[in-house]
């Protein structure tokens, strides 16, 4: 097989399970290649390395990708030259038996080797050796470099601040595939932010497994809330989030930063699981329902407009009735702007899966429909109630829905789609919301004069 030379480029393909942990980490392997000459393609057909990128915390993610991953057993049997390349949780899960159970797989890169694949592809050019390499390495490397030196700058940007995990919650597999705890230089941080707001860049969500316990146990570092106070510094940086926030963890200090940092939009990913007490316990989330519906107070006080959204798990193994009863309710008090809910699945290494009180199949699935149906509920009735109020809107790019629809985000992290031209992506403007859907708010742009909706119709101003 030729790989990238002087005369040629390299062709990738990337397919992506899972979080925005792993979107970033394909995001990042996009780059690292690149300094080798590869480039992105859209088609797998057309590629010379397909990697897919996976994810563990859920079973149905996990089946997914082996699924996808067996449907390129006729591809690489009539192009044996094709590398098939298989990273994420899975891989590091799973390491070198995933070579002896799948022959068409050439390379197994596992969570902290992703800046190993140039070297891992050259050995096999030279030696046709399948490898895997599942190392944990705690240094960050060049992820600065790499992330800095984008080609293809968009609105937003996902930036990494710390990796692993220490909390050790009895479903949870991350710490197994991730590693343990670790923070990234606040000096690095700041830096790739700049860079990226250098190129066009106005909005960054902060990644890491748990952001509160950001720097507690580095000497010299600034924590969480501190960080967020440097980054909010950074000019032209128009907004900042950031996920996942544990409510153990929830300070003080970092609820000051919604009523004190103006880039710092007034949302937060707050992870719930359960309203149960006993459940709670069971998962070894450290805090108590009414410790978390505290939390929310608290917060709300600071910063009322707030938007939370939270994880719930249904069915996990002990889960009765009157549990799940008091899931829905603590929803109701809430009024969580949207969830992603889950059914259980055992994991493989973790605590609950040697627990007894499964819950059956057909059971988890109606408490997970009936959890749904009432988010669904709660959801549009927020979306119901912007309609006819103003936001600011951040242009990110052209809407799903096609034609001269333009969509982009809120500061609470509402989508809203509207008319107009291409010009104005990467800007910010007040827009009325007109309409309310499931998913998504419609509305009118609140501006009469501007070189960039000249071609927008005058029934798309909203005129005011």
């Known amino acids: 097989m030729r790989l990238p030379n002087d005369s040629k480029v390299g062709r990738l393909f990337i397919r992506t399970f899972g979080c925005q942990m792993n979107r970033y980490d394909s995001e990042r392997l996009v780059e690292i290649l690149g300094k080798h000459q590869w480039e992105l393609v859209e088609d797998y057909r057309q590629a010379d390395l397909i990697f897919i990128n996976t994810c563990t915390v859920r079973d149905k993610a996990e089946q997914k990708a082996f699924s996808y991953l067996g449907r390129l057993k006729p591809l690489k049997r009539s192009r044996p030259d094709l590398v098939v390349a298989l990273g994420g949780c899975v891989a590091q899960q799973h390491g070198e038996e995933l070579l002896r159970r799948l022959p068409h797989l050439d390379l197994v890169v596992g969570t902290h080797s992703i800046r190993e694949v140039p070297a891992m592809i050259a050995r096999y050019e030279t030696t046709g050796e399948r490898q895997a390499s599942v190392g944990f390495s705690y240094d960050f490397g060049d992820e600065v470099d790499g992330r800095s030196l984008a080609s293809r700058p968009e609105v937003s940007a996902y930036v990494t601040i710390m990796r692993g995990c220490d909390n050790f919650c009895t479903y949870c597999i991350v710490p197994i595939v991730r590693g343990r705890e670790v923070s990234r230089p606040s ?45 909010a510094r950074v000019e032209g940086l128009l907004r900042i989030r950031f996920t996942t926030s544990h409510p153990k963890d929830l300070s003080s200090s970092l609820m000051h930063c919604f009523a004190d940092l103006e880039p710092l939009c007034p949302h937060i990913h707050l992870p719930v699981q359960s309203g149960s007490d006993p459940i709670l316990q069971l998962m070894k989330r450290g805090y108590t329902r009414a410790h978390y519906l505290q939390q929310v107070r608290r917060l709300r006080a600071i910063r009322e ?27 109701e008090e809430v009024s969580f702007e949207s969830i992603f809910s889950f059914k259980y699945s055992d994991r493989p290494q973790t ?14 699935l109606r408490r997970l429909q009936t959890l749904q149906s009432l988010q669904e509920r709660l959801t549009m009735e927020r979306n119901k109630a912007q309609v006819g109020e103003i936001s600011q809107v951040l242009v990110e790019g052209p809407s799903q829905a096609g034609g001269s629809q333009l969509s982009g985000r809120t500061p609470h992290n509402r989508v809203v789609n509207f008319l107009g031209t291409p010009q104005l992506v990467g800007e910010e403007l007040p827009v009325l919301i007109t309409a309310a859907h499931a998913h ?6 609140c501006v009469k004069e501007s070189s960039s909706l000249h071609a927008v119709k005058e029934r798309s101003w909203c005129g005011k």
């Open 440 to 445: 998504s708010l419609e509305g009118v742009v």
């Open 187 to 231: 000096k690095e941080i700041i830096r790739e932010v700049e860079s990226l707001v250098e190129r066009g860049v106005r909005a960054v969500t902060l990644l890491g497994q748990n952001v509160n316990s950001y720097g507690l146990r580095v000497t010299g570092e600034p924590d969480f809330a501190g960080l967020l106070r440097l980054l």
């Open 351 to 364: 605590a609950a899966s040697r627990l007894g009180g499964k819950v059956p199949e057909e059971v988890k």
């Open 305 to 331: 407009d707030v938007a939370i959204s939270s994880d719930m798990i249904v069915g996990f193994p002990g889960e009765g009735e009157d549990d799940f009863q008091q899931t829905l309710s603590l929803m």
